[in-house]
Structures are given as structure tokens and as C-alpha cells.
């Protein structure tokens, strides 16, 4: 099927250079960060999409996407991460024992270094981060492998990770299922365009049989991979119908092993190691939020209230936050949203986007 959209355009974020920056991890992985930078700014943001997406939920050319609404509103220097969490690496696409604790300990704090290697130690650096972008940015700050973060906007789930019932059934079996049971080394929204009668495509179109509210095969994975909905990760009337086609494009597959590491984070109610044995990540706590009390980097919590894939995750973790440090964070509400349609949908630059910007600006003083 011909693409509408060019996979991994640019074409999303106009009157700004544009440049690439490469890093690499100490574990030896080569991760990039995207530049649209318009006019110097004391305040930088970098923006980090969730598990599957990429830099390409913020540059959607066919709505006001995030990057070209905070540089209209004088942020003029904003990054996009794509970790190994990304779909624009291949990490993903095998096979892997990667946790959210790499993306941490790892990820993050080179990403951050090599932001600072341009803007200087002196320059505000705010954050907003989707999923388990968010999740993973958080253990960073509150691990202690990233600092001086002047704000973080954290969506849909942070430190306290909640699953509705039928999610929670799913991830208890489905990881060591799919990759021991069925053989598969990760799951792809993209399994319906596969040659006809092959494992993948068979895979979609028993997925498919589960779900009739639309005819998006790549919008059933989805909703099978993340949530208990139909659909789960959003609502359909936020969406655009060439967002809606082209899912499988702004969501890639996912290996099972960060599955396990959220599970492992459902069950202790909190953001925990995923093996405290590991001595790579010795520096981190085994319990991400036992330190939160001096952290004082602001957070704004945010979750629609159609979340299907972490229900109320983001107001439990305001509600720890909040003893643990009155006043310090913010949660807010987004009526009529859900999971990720608040960066991917039609009119979020008028219903979420001014959310973010009072809140970041609040911040920069």
C-alpha cells in the first residue's frame, strides 16, 4: 500500500534548521536526537515520544504538531529523543533483554549530555515525555542518572504504572507466549501487511477477528499490544483519517521484554529495578520513588480521561508525589482524551498543547 505520508518526513515543521545529532550509550548502542531550532532561547525543550513511537509523534505534518507549536510560542530551540525505544532504530525488531532501566541509566543521561555539549550548563532544559518515555525519563531524574532538568511534563503514566483488569490478564502470559510459545521475537503493528498466510499475518488477522470498530489492522494490534479498549490507545473521532491509516507507521513493533519490566512495575505499585542483581545499574535505586522527596525538578502529570491503557496511573503518582512533597507537582486532566491521542490528534494543539505551555512557561520564570 502506497504511503500518504513519507515514513520518518520533516515535512511537519516549517522555518526552522533542522540538523541530526548521534550519540552512543555506554552499553554500545548508537541512539540520535533531532534539532529545530529557530531562534536562540534561554529555554530548550526535548521532547521523548513512548515505546514503539518516535521523534515523528511531535512533527505530524498533517495537524499543529508539538514542535511547531513550541516554536511558535517562542520556544525556539526544541529536541526530539529517539531512544532504543524508538521505532527510527532497529532494536526493537529482534529479539532482546533490553529494560527500562537502560533506557535510563543509559538513554537519557547521554541524550542529556549531549544536549548540554551544545546549549551550555547554564541554558533551562525542560522535558515533556509520553508513555514509557515518561516513565523511563523519570527513573532518570529520580535515580540520579540525570540532573539539572528544569521541568518535566510526564503523560498518560510516570512513576506508579496502574493497568486495567484485562491488561494486567495479558501481561501476566503474553511476553513468554509470544516469544517462547508462538516463536515471534516481537510484535509489529504492521503483522497485517505480511505476505498472505504467514505467521505474522495470520497473528493479525486473528487480532483483527477480536476487533470491529474500525477496519485498521494496525490500529487492532495496538489496541491488543497497549490497553483494554476498542480501540485502546485512543479515541477514534480525536484522530485524523490519515493518522488512523498510518498508525503502523507511528507506532513499530516491540520486543516483549519491556513488557515483563512494567508487569514486574504493576505488581510492587511503583516504579522498581527490573533485577536488582544487575550490577550495570548498581547506581540506581531498586525503588525509584523512594528518593522523591528531594527531588525538585516540578513534574505535570497529565492523562486523558479515556485513558484505556494506564487508567488512573498518573493520578496515583500525584497523589504519592504529593505526600511525599506538597505543592512541588501538578496533575492535570484532558477531557476527552485518552493514551496517545494527546499529541497525536486532530485539534490537540488546542486542547493539550496550551496545558503543556503554561506549564513549562510557568516554570522558565
Known sequence: ???????????????????????????????????????????????????????????????????????????????????????????????????????????????????????????????????????????????????????????????????????????????????????????????????????????????????????VSACHILSHLWGAGWPAMYRHENLLEVTHRRLGDLCGGSGMNYYRHVRKMYLAGRAVKYDPKDERHEELPNDYLGNAASVTTPILLTTGDANKVFGDSNEICYRKLEKMAPGRHEFRILPGYGHLDPFIGEHADMDVFPHLLDFIKRQAG
Not at 11 to 24: N, Q, Y
Not at 68 to 79: P, Q, R, T
Open 1 to 215: 500500500m502506497k504511503r500518504e505520508i513519507p515514513l520518518y518526513t520533516l515535512d511537519g515543521v516549517r522555518d526552522a534548521d533542522v540538523s541530526t545529532h548521534p550519540f552512543t550509550t555506554e552499553d554500545g548502542l548508537g541512539l540520535s536526537m533531532l534539532r529545530f531550532r529557530r531562534a536562540e532561547s534561554q529555554d530548550v525543550v526535548l521532547l521523548i515520544p513512548g515505546l514503539t513511537q518516535s521523534s515523528d509523534m511531535y512533527i505530524m505534518p498533517e495537524h499543529r504538531n508539538l514542535v511547531s507549536y513550541l516554536l511558535d510560542n517562542g520556544f525556539g530551540d526544541v529536541w526530539t529523543l529517539d531512544s532504543r525505544l524508538s521505532n527510527r532504530h532497529p532494536y526493537n525488531q529482534g529479539m532482546h533483554r533490553y529494560s527500562l532501566d537502560d533506557v535510563a541509566h543509559w538513554d537519557n543521561a547521554a541524550a542529556v549530555e549531549t544536549i548540554r555539549r551544545s546549549i551550555g550548563p547554564d541554558r533551562r532544559l525542560h522535558v515533556i515525555a509520553h508513555c514509557l518515555g515518561a516513565v523511563s525519563f523519570l527513573m532518570s531524574v529520580f535515580g540520579g542518572a540525570v540532573n539539572g532538568i528544569t521541568s518535566v511534563v510526564a503523560n498518560s503514566v510516570a512513576l506508579t504504572p496502574n493497568l486495567p483488569t484485562y491488561s494486567a490478564a495479558k501481561i501476566s502470559f503474553e511476553p513468554e507466549l509470544f516469544e517462547y510459545v508462538l516463536g515471534f521475537e516481537y510484535m509489529d503493528p504492521r503483522w497485517g501487511d505480511a505476505p498472505r498466510f504467514t505467521r505474522p499475518w495470520l497473528a493479525a488477522k486473528v487480532i483483527s477477528a477480536m476487533h470491529r470498530e474500525c477496519d
